[in-house]
């Protein structure tokens, strides 16, 4: 009997270990999902021939801008920057006008150590567009990034064409998010030493609360994407697409929360396609009549 304890005892720790082990694993990944990048010579994030500060919503934001044509507002996600743009960056600049700035606290942006909510994020970029004369332009935006082109076209909406956003949330709980990633974020926020690192999981871990009637004032046209093994719930993001009437939707297949990354070629030609092409919403139903 004893020996059969021993045993079971032996078989949990190991199960606690893998798992213990696999946590970290995930931790680290989705952690740094927003740096994810490919392997790349360019200095975009530390490029001075194309980088400034603008003077912006009592904080200095920088940015970087390549490329000539139509205006792109490019925007990462939580704790990423420039640099984790870079294959959009790359891949857009040659068609338009691309404009990438660090968000609050995030790379070169000024951090003013004050709370961090996504409505001033969502202000610095409004005075930012107006800094730089663009009254509208097309917005692309990756998770956090995604959650600001959002609130862009529903606080702001003179200033969007047309936004296309991957992994964005408009709650921060479980209906949205998750469960094993909600947990583990918690986790940080109670145990990092790191006090930029609390403030960026602080801010996910409360925010975004947008409620479904302000998605219904969106009139710009919107692309919803997501990876159909995304951080973002498969059901949240299709509450987002029923709630946003000039909405298309895109469940990228065999892609995780890095589907833009994953699978450039593809994210791009979507993307693209969305940008350059008329808005169209026709239905099945619409043929037959």
């Known amino acids: 009997m004893k020996s059969m304890f021993l045993e079971l005892k032996r078989t949990e720790r190991t199960i606690y270990i893998k798992m213990k082990r696999n946590i970290i694993i995930l931790i680290v990944c989705i952690a740094s999902f927003s740096g994810f990048t490919q392997p790349s010579t360019n200095s975009y994030g530390s490029n001075p021939e194309a980088g400034n500060y603008a003077d912006v919503n009592g904080i200095k934001v920088y940015y970087e801008i390549y490329?000539?044509?139509?205006?792109?507002?490019?925007?990462?996600?939580?704790?990423?920057?420039?640099?984790?743009?870079?294959?959009?960056?790359?891949?857009?600049?040659?068609?338009?006008?691309?404009?990438?700035?660090?968000?609050?606290?995030?790379?070169?942006?000024?951090?003013?150590?004050?709370?961090?909510?996504?409505n001033d994020m969502t202000k610095d970029i409004n005075d930012l567009l107006d800094k730089l004369g663009i009254d509208s332009c097309f917005v692309l935006g990756q998770s956090d990034g995604?959650?600001?082109?959002?609130?862009?076209?529903?606080?702001?909406?003179?200033?969007?064409?047309?936004?296309?956003?991957?992994?964005?949330?408009?709650?921060?709980?479980?209906?949205?998010?998750?469960?094993?990633?909600?947990?583990?974020?918690?986790?940080?926020?109670?145990?990092?030493?790191?006090?930029?690192?609390?403030?960026?999981?602080?801010?996910?871990?409360?925010?975004?609360?947008?409620e479904a009637s302000k998605l219904r004032t969106i009139k710009a046209p919107v692309l919803l994407m997501s990876g159909d093994r995304d951080a973002i719930k498969l059901q949240h993001t299709i509450e987002i697409f029923k709630n946003i009437e000039n909405s298309n939707l895109f469940i990228m297949p065999g892609a995780t929360h890095f589907g833009g990354y994953e699978k450039a070629d593809l994210f791009h030609n979507v993307v693209n396609d969305f940008f350059t092409k008329p808005f169209s919403k026709i239905s099945t139903l619409d043929y037959f009549k």
């Open 67 to 118: 490329g000539s044509g139509l205006p792109l507002l490019i925007l990462h996600g939580n704790g990423g920057s420039i640099r984790s743009q870079s294959p959009n960056i790359d891949y857009f600049k040659a068609s338009y006008k691309v404009i990438a700035p660090d968000l609050r606290a995030h790379g070169k942006t000024e951090d003013p150590g004050d709370s961090l909510t996504y």
């Open 146 to 210: 995604g959650i600001i082109g959002l609130k862009l076209a529903m606080d702001y909406p003179k200033k969007v064409k047309k936004v296309a956003v991957y992994g964005a949330n408009i709650q921060p709980d479980s209906t949205a998010i998750q469960n094993a990633l909600i947990e583990w974020g918690y986790n940080i926020i109670e145990t990092t030493k790191d006090m930029h690192q609390k403030r960026l999981y602080t801010l996910m871990k409360y925010q975004p609360r947008i």
